[in-house]
């Protein structure tokens, strides 16, 4: 790869573009106008961009190759990268992908973003997403679904799908989601990329548009885990500005990739493997536990009871938050606000509604029609309180396999990329593609995605297929090493969509 | 559990969203079928568990009161649907 030309450049991971960066064999102004060339030559089939930000990603590398010469680097000055759309960037329209705030414009930046932009980082654009984060195939998108590029009929995953497939195209390095029940980690899987959740209140929420307040975190999707330790080093950290997030020191993440798990106690979980598990799902991560057994793991069973509840708690919670938080779109600060000057001109409720009604796609009504009737008179204790008690149990499962094991292995869905339209009626059905993944979120754990095989399909690629690792609170150097490990022995993580 | 019409209705007002005639159709029976997956609760005992409100146990979390700038007006008013001089323009609130 040394020999990179000047217009491959887009191939490089974002660890290696920054060792090439730094040793000046690579400027930014080239990397960058590779990248925006990818994505013209991609973006058309994949639709993995809201908002591509060419000249600003031309001055912000020309500004970087300047600080690179002045020997004012840091490891990410000078690397592009896409931010979901759900995050504020400042000057840069930040959609959610919703028709609500379709014509906003940010006057801050989310903190995780302005820490990268602080660094010296490039902004290629604004990923596609599952309207303000809710959905798992990126198909609620108002403007446009987002296509897989190992297979374009099919999804990318959601919520982040915009992120998943323009890391796994090559139409970005490096890129931000947000993981509320899954929407890192998922997308991450079903486009054969690597992704991290940190655990709650590691990365900050500040400026990342609230969806469920209490499961919204702010995490990497890269090639390979080397490159998710880079990205995690600069986000994390105790930002004022989220009283919800932790103020633990942040360790050195990329010197935790030691390359050794021996001895590790590694935890299986029985509950993950049920019934319905598409079966190539099920051979390529149990081949990837054993794999992580020859490198050294002790693989032991365990059991996480509550799991089976995970699902109905989470569907309880999120909605709930969302229909608060999602109040405070009301058609007057900011966003689509219903306009009706003429004689019938409406009262103030009624443009209230009219907002709402036309600025919301879908899934986004049905969630906040959900926790409203959650929170509502009469159904509070039967509904909320019950869930915030499923999610204490949740906890003490996780809590008690971790005295008995340093990390769990599962599969991150119990299938992998579907057509599009295939799940798009049936919410249930949707919503089960996540049942692996949310209940980290629940109890608030880091939690990585990484490839680990295909299963056979209707074109020759085949499907990526993901693993989950799981580690306790503050465990994302376990993880990330966990994951380079494997990633060191096994080359899923470098299998390429042809697009 | 089933969500009949009338319910539906009653939710979206509380939400404050105008439903079509489709819309409350359609969320009548997915809100019913997705409660029905919600049955499987009544089956755990959650007696005397504790409700968690924030899963790492952050209670009150206090910040000096340390005064700084805040965004200005333009800033402030740059995405207002209606604005009129420095003023976010609404509908009136009270009956003439």
């Given at each position: 790869?040394?020999?990179?030309?000047?217009?491959?450049?887009?191939?490089?991971?974002?660890?290696?573009?920054?060792?090439?960066?730094?040793?000046?064999?690579?400027?930014?102004?080239d990397?960058?106008?590779?990248?925006?060339?990818?994505i013209?030559?991609v973006?058309?089939?994949?639709?993995?961009?809201?908002?591509?930000?060419?000249?600003?990603a031309?001055?912000?590398?020309a500004?970087?190759?300047?600080?690179?010469?002045?020997?004012?680097?840091t490891?990410?000055?000078?690397?592009?990268?896409?931010?979901?759309?759900l995050?504020?960037?400042?000057?840069v329209?930040?959609?959610c992908?919703?028709?609500?705030?379709?014509?906003?414009v940010?006057?801050?930046d989310?903190?995780a973003?302005?820490?990268?932009?602080?660094?010296?980082?490039?902004?290629?654009?604004?990923?596609?997403m599952?309207?303000?984060?809710?959905?798992?195939?990126?198909e609620n998108?108002?403007?446009?679904?987002?296509?897989?590029?190992?297979?374009?009929?099919?999804?990318?995953?959601?919520s982040?799908?915009?992120?998943?497939?323009?890391?796994?195209?090559?139409?970005?390095?490096?890129?931000?989601?947000?993981d509320?029940?899954?929407?890192?980690?998922?997308?991450a899987?079903?486009?054969?990329?690597?992704?991290?959740?940190?655990?709650?209140g590691?990365?900050?929420?500040?400026g990342?548009v609230?969806?469920?307040?209490s499961?919204?975190q702010?995490?990497?999707?890269?090639?390979?885990?080397?490159d998710?330790?880079?990205?995690l080093?600069a986000?994390a950290?105790?930002?004022?500005?989220?009283?919800?997030?932790?103020?633990?020191?942040?360790?050195d993440?990329?010197a935790a990739?030691?390359?050794?798990?021996?001895?590790?106690?590694?935890?299986?979980?029985s509950?993950?493997f049920?019934?319905?598990?598409?079966?190539?799902?099920?051979?390529?991560?149990?081949?990837?536990?054993?794999?992580?057994?020859?490198?050294?793991?002790?693989?032991?069973?365990?059991s996480?009871?509550?799991?089976e509840?995970?699902?109905?708690?989470?569907y309880?919670?999120?909605?709930?938050?969302?229909?608060?938080?999602?109040?405070?779109y009301d058609?007057?600060k900011?966003?689509?606000s219903y306009?009706d000057?003429?004689?019938g001109?409406?009262?103030?409720?009624?443009?209230m509604e009219?907002?709402?009604?036309?600025?919301?796609?879908p899934?986004?009504?049905?969630?906040?029609?959900l926790?409203?009737?959650?929170?509502?008179?009469?159904?509070y204790?039967?509904y909320?309180h019950?869930?915030?008690q499923?999610?204490?149990?949740?906890?003490?499962?996780?809590?008690?396999?971790?005295?008995?094991v340093?990390?769990?292995?599962?599969?991150?869905?119990?299938?992998?990329?579907?057509p599009?339209?295939?799940?798009t009626?049936?919410?249930?059905r949707?919503?089960l593609v996540?049942?692996y993944?949310?209940?980290?979120n629940?109890?608030?754990?880091?939690?990585?995605?990484?490839p680990c095989?295909?299963?056979?399909?209707?074109?020759?690629?085949g499907?990526?297929v993901?693993?989950?690792?799981?580690?306790?609170?503050?465990?994302?150097?376990?993880?990330?090493?966990?994951a380079?490990?494997?990633?060191?022995?096994?080359?899923?993580?470098?299998?390429?969509?042809?697009? | 559990?089933?969500?009949?019409?009338?319910?539906?209705?009653?939710i979206?007002?509380?939400?404050?969203i105008?439903l079509?005639?489709?819309e409350?159709e359609?969320?009548?029976?997915?809100?019913?079928?997705?409660?029905?997956?919600?049955?499987?609760l009544?089956?755990?005992?959650?007696?005397?568990?504790e409700p968690?409100?924030?899963?790492a146990?952050?209670?009150?979390?206090?910040?000096?009161?340390?005064?700084?700038?805040?965004?200005?007006a333009?800033?402030?008013?740059?995405?207002a649907?209606?604005?009129r001089a420095?003023?976010?323009?609404?509908?009136?609130?009270?009956?003439?």
């Amino acid at each position: 790869m040394s020999e990179t030309p000047t217009d491959q450049l887009w191939q490089l991971s974002a660890s290696e573009a920054s060792r090439r960066l730094a040793d000046r064999q690579i400027s930014s102004v080239d990397l960058t106008e590779s990248c925006l060339d990818r994505i013209a030559e991609v973006d058309d089939r994949i639709s993995a961009y809201i908002t591509v930000t060419a000249d600003l990603a031309r001055q912000q590398a020309a500004d970087a190759d300047r600080r690179i010469a002045a020997g004012e680097a840091t490891p990410l000055t000078g690397l592009p990268m896409q931010i979901k759309d759900l995050l504020c960037t400042n000057g840069v329209a930040t959609t959610c992908a919703s028709r609500m705030l379709a014509e906003y414009v940010p006057v801050y930046d989310a903190t995780a973003v302005s820490r990268l932009r602080e660094q010296g980082a490039v902004l290629l654009g604004k990923g596609n997403m599952d309207e303000f984060g809710m959905g798992s195939s990126t198909e609620n998108s108002a403007f446009f679904p987002t296509r897989n590029p190992w297979d374009t009929a099919r999804v990318p995953g959601g919520s982040s799908g915009g992120s998943a497939a323009a890391v796994a195209a090559g139409a970005a390095p490096f890129a931000l989601g947000t993981d509320t029940g899954g929407s890192i980690r998922q997308p991450a899987s079903f486009c054969g990329v690597t992704g991290l959740k940190p655990t709650y209140g590691r990365v900050s929420r500040y400026g990342l548009v609230a969806y469920a307040s209490s499961l919204d975190q702010v995490g990497p999707i890269a090639r390979d885990a080397a490159d998710c330790a880079l990205i995690l080093q600069a986000i994390a950290g105790h930002d004022p500005r989220d009283a919800t997030s932790l103020p633990d020191p942040v360790p050195d993440y990329p010197a935790a990739l030691t390359g050794d798990i021996k001895g590790l106690r590694l935890g299986v979980p029985s509950e993950y493997f049920a019934e319905g598990m598409d079966s190539g799902v099920r051979a390529a991560v149990t081949a990837a536990i054993e794999q992580l057994a020859d490198l050294g793991a002790e693989i032991r069973e365990v059991s996480l009871p509550t799991t089976e509840y995970a699902l109905a708690g989470y569907y309880i919670i999120a909605p709930s938050e969302c229909s608060a938080n999602l109040a405070r779109y009301d058609g007057v600060k900011y966003g689509y606000s219903y306009q009706d000057d003429g004689p019938g001109d409406v009262d103030m409720w009624e443009a209230m509604e009219r907002t709402r009604q036309h600025g919301f796609g879908p899934e986004v009504k049905r969630r906040i029609m959900l926790g409203a009737f959650a929170l509502s008179s009469g159904y509070y204790d039967a509904y909320y309180h019950k869930a915030q008690q499923v999610r204490t149990l949740i906890r003490q499962d996780f809590a008690r396999v971790f005295e008995e094991v340093d990390a769990l292995a599962a599969p991150v869905s119990p299938v992998t990329a579907f057509p599009i339209g295939d799940r798009t009626d049936d919410p249930v059905r949707m919503y089960l593609v996540d049942v692996y993944t949310l209940p980290v979120n629940m109890a608030g754990l880091p939690a990585m995605s990484i490839p680990c095989g295909f299963v056979r399909s209707n074109t020759d690629q085949g499907l990526p297929v993901g693993l989950q690792l799981i580690g306790p609170h503050l465990s994302e150097g376990r993880l990330l090493n966990i994951a380079h490990t494997y990633q060191q022995a096994t080359a899923w993580h470098q299998q390429r969509p042809e697009i | 559990m089933p969500i009949d019409r009338a319910q539906v209705e009653h939710i979206a007002a509380l939400a404050r969203i105008a439903l079509t005639d489709d819309e409350t159709e359609a969320f009548a029976r997915q809100l019913s079928d997705i409660l029905d997956q919600f049955e499987v609760l009544q089956a755990l005992d959650t007696t005397g568990v504790e409700p968690t409100a924030h899963v790492a146990g952050l209670d009150t979390v206090l910040r000096d009161d340390e005064p700084a700038d805040s965004l200005d007006a333009e800033d402030t008013l740059l995405n207002a649907p209606r604005r009129r001089a420095d003023f976010f323009q609404v509908r009136a609130v009270l009956e003439e």
